[in-house]
């Protein structure tokens, strides 16, 4: 029996983007590659060579050329094409391959009718945004701040602010007042753009009261602009402009300002469970190189696509998306609950979209699983060839769903990267077969290793992810981090020089990897190592939980110490001691008899960020006595009060004893 799910067509070369790639490097450069892996050797290994091609092969519109393509490789601090001026905005409006009557924007929310833009319909409402911006005094570094859903609005924001030389933020408008205030207030926006309200299924949510103190947290603030989408009649809150005022019609052409190619082009922000969230700021060029690489070579999009992926514009997913036009691929956007009125809402999009490629997370996709979904049969998906997983490991049973379900054509793409990066740096790409449970590859320029605990890369082996070689769209710094402190002392801290993103991974023989879940969530007992994502594998298996976290607390005189492992169940059910040696004898089965927990709690929910990742170092602080407000920052967390049952029985537990 085979694991492989997906074969390559024969003619692939012929068909895809990194096809016509490989041929332009054998026409323009003489070279020639055998396989995948050879073509990610050299990727890595000649990294001027390799992001120069990017350059030329997408035909970057730049105002000044590079002096060269990489000054310096030393990390932190690589310098990318220096001397070379250019505009994220003006290479994404591009949009090669559409002609003007094209549709690129198609969005679909439970707040309004749906929304299409064409490509100049795209380009004429940014003239418009970036002309109003001007009027309220916006010019190059300033900082514009939207407290709005994936709508166009937003996009055409982010473009607009972008096509000024100015720093675009964004937070969804489900982030509670405190979430926002600690992200803006570190950059001190001069304009707010926020909407009154949105709905989320069928019930209105109102955020009125939430911009009205946002504002008043925000000394920096010159304007405020209302985006009337709850209620399209409302009027704008005392002192501010209509987002009709600011998109008025004007004679201002479109025009782009250089900048160089490491001026900030967004914030993203780290998830702040602990601590403030950490401002990442991102370059226009860095992301520009990336995305055409990653959008282009790895997804296969281009001007026949659709490219869809549920997101909200709290998470770095949405800033991934919203490249696709820089590809010449349309963007489908949706504002809403995913799950409304049930989980075949978003294959039914799909169908009503002509979506071409479906992403979402892996919860999702195991949500679908275990509520026993067929989306091939709720909703037409023949145009659909493309599906991404990311968010959390998709294992093996999810890969099997997939392609059981969903379609036996498509190509899976599980990927895995970060905020930091802004992009997956492991990933498919339409060259290689799809394993069951495996990332297919690691993406070009991402010269990803996986480190032993003395510090050699290892193959075969579970180990910790690390970067070894700079990549364009590593973070041009923290926001107000001067000498660079935070930033390296974020990625750089344990190997000097190189990356350390803080999962582990397994990498095979043939380049294929596995990620195990976060290094600082490790169950180690016994010495034997095992990633929390194989752990919540088998638990979530199971028809009675519904979810899982589960934290490893360490001995400190070198015993096993404890494993308490946390479950929500179905509706209904309680815990019984039948369930526990349910579960115990699953996980002893499946993992091994060292990671059967000491105990088993019931939990009426699983603490979890605004982008859905479990918070299992928070927990565990929780367990080992730090308090609820020190060790999570609660408006990070979708459900802050998910913490108070870890806090009850912190306090009646016995203080935790060396295992005999």
């Keep these: 029996m085979t694991d492989v799910l997906w074969t390559p067509p024969a003619d692939v070369l012929q068909r895809s983007r990194i096809g016509a790639y490989l041929r332009w490097l054998a026409e323009h450069r003489g070279l020639t590659f055998a396989d995948y892996d050879a073509l990610w050797q050299w990727s890595v290994t000649d990294l001027d060579a390799f992001w120069r091609s990017i350059w030329d092969h997408f035909g970057v519109v730049a105002h000044t050329p590079p002096t060269a393509t990489l000054a310096d490789r030393g990390m932190p601090g690589a310098r990318w094409f220096p001397g070379a001026t250019l505009n994220y905005a003006e290479n994404v409006l591009r949009m090669p391959g559409r002609a003007d009557d094209e549709p690129v924007v198609v969005a679909h929310g439970q707040t309004r009718e749906p929304v299409t833009l064409t490509a100049g319909q795209l380009r004429e409402q940014v003239r418009r945004v970036a002309a109003g911006l001007r009027r309220l005094g916006v010019t190059t570094g300033d900082r514009v701040a939207a407290y709005a859903p994936n709508i166009p609005e937003t996009y055409v924001l982010m473009l607009a602010t972008a096509s000024l030389g100015a720093v675009f933020s964004s937070c969804a408008p489900e982030f509670g007042t405190r979430s926002v205030t600690d992200r803006w207030q570190q950059i001190e926006p001069k304009i707010l753009v926020a909407v009154d309200g949105y709905r989320y299924g069928d019930k209105p949510v109102d955020r009125r009261a939430e911009v009205a103190a946002i504002r008043a947290a925000l000394p920096s603030l010159r304007h405020t602009v209302s985006i009337p989408y709850l209620d399209p009649g409302d009027s704008p809150a005392d002192g501010a402009l209509a987002w009709a005022e600011l998109a008025a019609e004007t004679d201002e052409p479109l025009a782009f300002t250089p900048v160089p190619f490491d001026h900030p082009l967004y914030v993203l922000y780290s998830s702040g469970t602990t601590g403030l969230p950490k401002p990442i700021v991102h370059g226009h060029g860095g992301i520009l190189l990336e995305h055409l690489k990653m959008l282009a070579l790895h997804h296969d999009l281009g001007p026949a696509d659709r490219f869809f992926w549920f ?89 099997t769903w997939v392609y059981d379900t969903v379609g036996s054509d498509l190509q899976l793409q599980s990927l895995s990267g970060g905020t930091d990066v802004c992009t997956g740096f492991v990933g498919g790409v339409p060259l290689l077969p799809v394993h069951a449970g495996e990332i297919t590859c690691r993406a070009l320029g991402a010269k990803v290793e996986a480190r032993s605990p003395d510090g050699t890369p290892v193959i075969g082996e579970l180990g910790e992810l690390v970067i070894t070689e700079p990549m364009p769209s590593m973070p041009v710094g923290f926001w107000n981090d001067p000498d660079g402190a935070r930033y390296r002392e974020a990625y750089f801290d344990v190997y000097p020089g190189v990356w350390r993103h803080g999962d582990w991974i397994t990498i095979n023989s043939r380049g294929g990897c596995v990620i195990t879940g976060r290094s600082d969530a490790t169950l180690n007992r016994g010495g034997v190592r095992l990633g929390t994502a194989e752990f919540y594998s088998v638990v979530e298996g199971l028809d009675e ?43 002893r089965t499946a993992l091994s ?68």
Excluded at 563 to 580: H, I, K, P, Q, T
Aim: aromatic fraction near 6%; charge should be negative; include cysteine.
């Design 311 to 399: 997101t909200t514009t709290g998470w770095m997913m949405w800033n991934f998306l919203v490249s696709g036009p820089a590809v010449g691929a349309t963007i489908v956007l949706f504002d809403g609950n995913p799950g409304h009125p049930d989980l075949s809402a978003m294959w039914r999009l799909a169908e009503q979209t002509g979506t071409t490629y479906f992403g979402t997370s892996a919860p999702f996709l195991l949500a679908c699983r275990k509520a026993g979904l067929v989306p091939r049969e709720i909703a037409d998906l023949a145009a659909l060839r493309g599906l991404g997983s990311t968010g959390a490991p998709l294992p093996a049973e999810g890969f």
């Design 545 to 587: 939980v519904v979810d899982s976290v589960v934290v490893h607390l360490e001995d400190d005189e070198g015993g096993a110490g404890e494993l308490l492992l946390f479950v929500v169940l179905a509706d209904g059910l309680s815990l019984d001691d039948e369930l526990r040696k349910k579960i115990c004898r699953e996980l």
């Design 593 to 660: 008899p060292r990671h059967v927990p000491d105990e088993i709690h019931q939990v009426r929910a699983v603490p979890r960020t605004l982008s859905a990742k479990k918070l299992e170092v928070p927990v565990k602080k929780i367990l080992t006595g730090t308090p609820v407000d020190q060790a999570a920052a609660k408006g990070a967390l979708a459900n802050p009060d998910s913490l108070a049952a870890f806090a009850t029985l912190a306090q009646h537990r016995a203080p935790s004893h060396p295992a005999p």
